[in-house]
């Protein structure tokens, strides 16, 4: 298991990291979620051994890696930019920890296929990397990261470099192998979809600090904060009257005081008058269509159109929201 406590990184005076709290049990998955220079490849450099701390201390199974150079601590990193020998073919690649620890080459041969396997790459162990797609690259990344047998893997944004579709697909693939393989690994990304995709907990790091940790599921379905909230893919965040006009438009009892984040997926839009809205703008999207609308007491609320309607701006339309996408933040005041 490793075990972060009060982590801090600094540069020139300034926290890059800042009093970092996080463990990861053996076989968990946990993704360090953050938006851009918010310090999640510092944190990950810190935990290979590649940034020193001048705050905290990190340990594995107990034991403090302060002393232990990156080269022992027996972790191994995976970038968004795979990082492959571009004059070695796949199987050379994958292979090349196992001829390093010294394996036969009918061994080496065995593991490869193996792994090649593993990750979905079957007869390609004779291609070069620059014969290959994004995708396919970074799935041989994964599988020489793999053949280190890291006691962890960490991964640095390692499908950022895709394009969404195929994003998507190697996510779910990944946290197949994570699982099939029993990995350990910390993940640090700014792509929500990815974090949810892959990881088991997740960590909402912002300005250096993590700032809500907990299931996968958990934080979604509860983030601590409105600044949260939207970093987590709620559309909107209403205190006051508001919160109180949409809570009784979803049927749910309202607390005194609190704030209500609402996802877009919450809210459905339809012909017809009853509860009603105005349209005020109206987009096809891949899997449907996005209406924003004008609910009285509440304002725009952006949310998913009935199949097959395509409103123009002043219709007026049905709103229903689904309370099961709505997140009740306790405390405004929490909410920046
Ligand atoms: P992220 O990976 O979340 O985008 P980084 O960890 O790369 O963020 O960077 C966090 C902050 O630390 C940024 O403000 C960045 O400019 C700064 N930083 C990172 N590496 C260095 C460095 N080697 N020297 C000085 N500042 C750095
Ligand atoms: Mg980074």
């Given at each position: 298991m490793l075990e972060l406590k009060g982590v801090t990184v600094t540069f020139d005076g300034t926290r890059a990291v800042d009093a970092v709290d996080l463990s990861v049990k053996d076989g968990d998955v946990l993704a360090v979620l953050g938006p851009s220079g918010c310090g999640k490849s510092t944190l990950l450099r810190a935990v290979a051994g590649l940034e020193p701390l001048v705050d905290g201390s990190i340990a594995w199974e107990g034991q403090?890696?302060?002393?232990?150079p990156t080269h022992r601590r027996g972790f191994a990193l995976m970038f968004?930019?795979?990082?492959?020998?571009?004059?070695?073919t796949v199987a050379r690649n994958v292979g090349y920890a196992q001829r390093l620890r010294g394996l036969s080459r009918a061994a080496v041969r065995a593991e490869v296929d193996d792994l090649l396997t593993l990750v979905g790459l079957e007869g390609y162990a004779d291609r070069l990397p620059r014969t290959l797609s994004g995708g396919e690259r970074q799935r041989v990344a994964l599988a020489r990261s793999l053949a280190a047998r890291p006691r962890l893997l960490l991964l640095d944004e390692?499908?950022?470099?895709?394009?969404a579709g195929l994003r998507g697909r190697l996510a779910t693939d990944l946290r197949r192998i994570l699982t099939e393989s029993g990995t350990t690994a910390l993940m640090v990304t700014h792509d929500q979809a990815e974090a949810f995709a892959v990881a088991d907990r997740l960590a909402v790091m912002r300005a250096g600090k993590i700032v809500q940790e907990g299931a996968t599921t958990q934080v979604w379905g509860a983030p601590v904060d409105g600044d949260t909230a939207l970093f987590l893919g709620y559309s909107r965040v209403l205190e006051g009257a508001a919160a109180a006009a949409l809570l009784d438009l979803a049927g749910a009892p309202v607390p005194p005081g609190a704030a209500v984040a609402v996802r877009s997926s919450a809210v459905q839009v339809g012909p017809g008058d009853g509860r009603g809205g105005v349209v005020r703008d109206f987009q096809l999207t891949p899997d449907g269509s996005r209406v924003v609308v004008a609910v009285d007491g509440v304002g725009d609320l952006a949310g998913v159109g009935a199949p097959g309607w395509a409103p123009v701006p002043g219709d007026v339309a049905a709103v229903r929201v689904d309370r099961r996408g709505l997140a009740v933040i306790p405390d405004a005041q929490a909410h920046r």
């Open positions: 403090d890696l302060a002393g232990t968004q930019d795979g990082q492959l020998f571009d004059h070695l390692p499908l950022s470099a895709l394009d």
